[in-house]
Protein backbone atom coordinates (compact mmCIF):
# COMPACT_ATOMS: atom_id res chain seq x y z
CA UNK A 1 0.00 0.00 0.00
CA UNK A 2 1.27 3.66 -0.93
CA UNK A 3 -0.42 5.32 2.26
CA UNK A 4 -1.98 7.57 -0.12
CA UNK A 5 -5.63 8.57 0.45
CA UNK A 6 -7.50 6.81 -2.28
CA UNK A 7 -10.93 8.89 -2.60
CA UNK A 8 -13.17 5.98 -4.25
CA UNK A 9 -13.41 4.64 -1.09
CA UNK A 10 -16.83 5.78 0.69
CA UNK A 11 -14.87 5.71 4.03
CA UNK A 12 -12.28 8.10 2.95
CA UNK A 13 -15.14 10.76 2.07
CA UNK A 14 -15.06 10.40 -1.72
CA UNK A 15 -18.38 10.13 -3.85
CA UNK A 16 -18.88 6.98 -5.83
CA UNK A 17 -20.17 7.85 -9.28
CA UNK A 18 -19.04 8.28 -12.91
CA UNK A 19 -20.38 11.48 -13.52
CA UNK A 20 -18.80 14.48 -12.88
CA UNK A 21 -20.21 17.59 -11.16
CA UNK A 22 -23.20 19.51 -12.46
CA UNK A 23 -22.76 23.15 -13.12
CA UNK A 24 -25.82 24.50 -13.88
CA UNK A 25 -26.66 27.61 -16.66
CA UNK A 26 -29.08 30.43 -16.31
CA UNK A 27 -32.62 28.96 -16.86
CA UNK A 28 -31.40 25.33 -15.70
CA UNK A 29 -33.90 23.34 -13.79
CA UNK A 30 -31.75 21.90 -10.87
CA UNK A 31 -32.63 19.72 -8.21
CA UNK A 32 -31.04 21.30 -4.28
CA UNK A 33 -30.81 18.42 -2.07
CA UNK A 34 -29.53 20.59 0.61
CA UNK A 35 -33.53 22.29 0.37
CA UNK A 36 -35.06 18.34 0.15
CA UNK A 37 -35.08 18.11 -3.39
CA UNK A 38 -36.82 21.35 -4.37
CA UNK A 39 -36.57 21.98 -7.65
CA UNK A 40 -35.73 25.84 -9.15
CA UNK A 41 -34.67 27.75 -11.97
CA UNK A 42 -31.21 29.37 -11.99
CA UNK A 43 -31.72 32.60 -12.13
CA UNK A 44 -28.49 34.03 -10.99
CA UNK A 45 -24.70 32.53 -11.14
CA UNK A 46 -21.69 32.14 -9.12
CA UNK A 47 -19.34 35.10 -10.02
CA UNK A 48 -17.49 38.07 -8.13
CA UNK A 49 -19.82 39.56 -6.51
CA UNK A 50 -22.47 36.46 -6.14
CA UNK A 51 -20.86 33.60 -4.84
CA UNK A 52 -23.65 31.34 -4.81
CA UNK A 53 -25.98 29.94 -7.10
CA UNK A 54 -29.99 31.78 -7.11
CA UNK A 55 -32.64 29.51 -7.92
CA UNK A 56 -36.27 30.16 -7.83
CA UNK A 57 -39.31 28.29 -8.44
CA UNK A 58 -41.07 27.52 -11.34
CA UNK A 59 -44.07 28.93 -10.92
CA UNK A 60 -42.40 31.95 -9.37
CA UNK A 61 -42.28 32.53 -5.20
CA UNK A 62 -38.98 33.22 -2.98
CA UNK A 63 -35.33 33.07 -4.53
CA UNK A 64 -32.87 30.63 -2.30
CA UNK A 65 -29.11 30.21 -2.63
CA UNK A 66 -27.35 26.89 -3.46
CA UNK A 67 -23.56 26.80 -3.18
CA UNK A 68 -21.56 28.58 -5.94
CA UNK A 69 -19.44 24.46 -6.56
CA UNK A 70 -22.94 23.04 -7.18
CA UNK A 71 -22.75 20.35 -4.54
CA UNK A 72 -26.34 20.22 -3.40
CA UNK A 73 -27.29 20.95 -7.06
CA UNK A 74 -28.07 17.90 -9.33
CA UNK A 75 -29.98 18.04 -13.14
CA UNK A 76 -33.38 17.74 -13.62
CA UNK A 77 -34.37 15.11 -16.37
CA UNK A 78 -36.07 16.24 -18.85
CA UNK A 79 -40.44 13.89 -18.55
CA UNK A 80 -41.20 11.74 -21.42
CA UNK A 81 -43.91 13.00 -23.14
CA UNK A 82 -45.18 8.91 -25.04
CA UNK A 83 -43.49 6.43 -26.67
CA UNK A 84 -43.97 5.34 -30.21
CA UNK A 85 -42.89 1.89 -32.09
CA UNK A 86 -40.17 1.57 -34.13
CA UNK A 87 -40.15 -0.09 -37.66
CA UNK A 88 -38.41 -3.47 -36.42
CA UNK A 89 -39.60 -6.73 -35.45
CA UNK A 90 -40.20 -8.01 -32.18
CA UNK A 91 -39.00 -10.48 -30.69
CA UNK A 92 -39.48 -12.81 -28.24
CA UNK A 93 -36.77 -14.62 -25.96
CA UNK A 94 -37.99 -18.51 -25.32
CA UNK A 95 -35.43 -18.37 -22.46
CA UNK A 96 -36.80 -15.28 -20.47
CA UNK A 97 -40.28 -16.17 -21.38
CA UNK A 98 -40.85 -12.13 -22.26
CA UNK A 99 -41.36 -10.22 -25.86
CA UNK A 100 -39.74 -7.17 -26.72
CA UNK A 101 -40.50 -4.28 -28.64
CA UNK A 102 -38.19 -1.73 -29.54
CA UNK A 103 -39.43 1.76 -29.08
CA UNK A 104 -38.70 5.65 -28.89
CA UNK A 105 -39.11 7.64 -26.04
CA UNK A 106 -40.15 11.37 -26.86
CA UNK A 107 -39.04 13.89 -23.98
CA UNK A 108 -40.68 16.97 -23.40
CA UNK A 109 -37.24 18.72 -24.25
CA UNK A 110 -37.47 17.54 -27.72
CA UNK A 111 -35.21 14.69 -26.91
CA UNK A 112 -35.69 11.24 -28.03
CA UNK A 113 -34.04 7.94 -26.66
CA UNK A 114 -34.45 4.28 -27.91
CA UNK A 115 -35.47 2.03 -25.67
CA UNK A 116 -37.65 -1.64 -25.32
CA UNK A 117 -40.95 -2.13 -24.34
CA UNK A 118 -40.47 -5.41 -22.51
CA UNK A 119 -44.22 -7.71 -22.11
CA UNK A 120 -44.57 -10.94 -20.50
CA UNK A 121 -46.83 -13.46 -22.01
CA UNK A 122 -49.67 -12.52 -20.42
CA UNK A 123 -49.15 -8.79 -21.49
CA UNK A 124 -48.17 -10.20 -25.05
CA UNK A 125 -52.16 -11.85 -25.42
CA UNK A 126 -53.65 -8.57 -23.80
CA UNK A 127 -52.31 -6.39 -25.86
CA UNK A 128 -52.70 -8.50 -29.11
CA UNK A 129 -57.06 -8.84 -28.24
CA UNK A 130 -56.62 -4.58 -27.51
CA UNK A 131 -54.73 -4.17 -30.68
CA UNK A 132 -57.32 -6.65 -32.76
CA UNK A 133 -60.29 -4.36 -31.19
CA UNK A 134 -58.59 -1.45 -32.87
CA UNK A 135 -57.58 -2.70 -36.09
CA UNK A 136 -61.86 -3.77 -35.94
CA UNK A 137 -63.04 -0.40 -34.91
CA UNK A 138 -60.46 1.42 -37.32
CA UNK A 139 -62.14 -0.84 -40.50
CA UNK A 140 -65.41 0.00 -38.91
CA UNK A 141 -64.67 3.74 -39.08
CA UNK A 142 -63.01 3.22 -42.83
CA UNK A 143 -65.93 1.83 -44.13
CA UNK A 144 -68.40 4.20 -42.46
CA UNK A 145 -66.38 7.26 -44.19
CA UNK A 146 -66.78 5.49 -47.76
Do not use: C
Not at 33 to 47: E, H, M, N, Q, S
Not at 92 to 98: I, N, W
Not at 101 to 107: D, E, I, K, R, S
Request: charged content about 20%.
Amino acid sequence: MTGRPTPHLPSQGGELGTTGPFYPRLGDLARDTAKDGRIGVVVTLPRVGASTYHLRPPGGGDEWSAPADGTTLRPVPAQATHVTPLRRDAVYDQRAQQGALPVLVHYDDGGTAESLLVLTPDQVELYAIQFERLISEREQGQGNAA
